[in-house]
């Protein structure tokens, strides 16, 4: 005999777990981002970012540096992680 409470409750275990997954830009900024500098530069007061879109710029500069190549809604996923974690700009 099933039982849907059963099934609710195995449904709802698996919500968290989807939850922590990490965001598209997440792996991209750990894997090249990190090695420059950590999250004491999108903490501190004196932070040279102060918009979105100065955000998404930065990224872009970062990643024209290290030469990676990286696709429009690449540096746009790493910059929405960097406001997602860090910053909060409003869009």
């Not at 609710?8 to 792996?27: E, F, H, K």
């Amino acid at each position: 005999m099933s039982h849907p409470w059963l099934l609710a409750i195995t449904l709802l275990s698996l919500v968290p777990a989807a939850a922590a997954s990490p965001t598209p830009g997440q792996p991209l900024y750990e894997a090249h981002c990190l090695g420059c500098h950590g999250p004491e530069v999108y903490t501190r007061e004196d932070r040279k970012v102060t918009s979105l879109p100065g955000l998404q710029r930065q990224v872009q500069r970062c990643e024209l540096a290290l030469g990676l190549k990286w696709f429009d809604d690449e540096i746009g996923a790493v910059a929405d992680y960097l406001n997602e974690s860090y910053y909060r700009f409003e869009p």
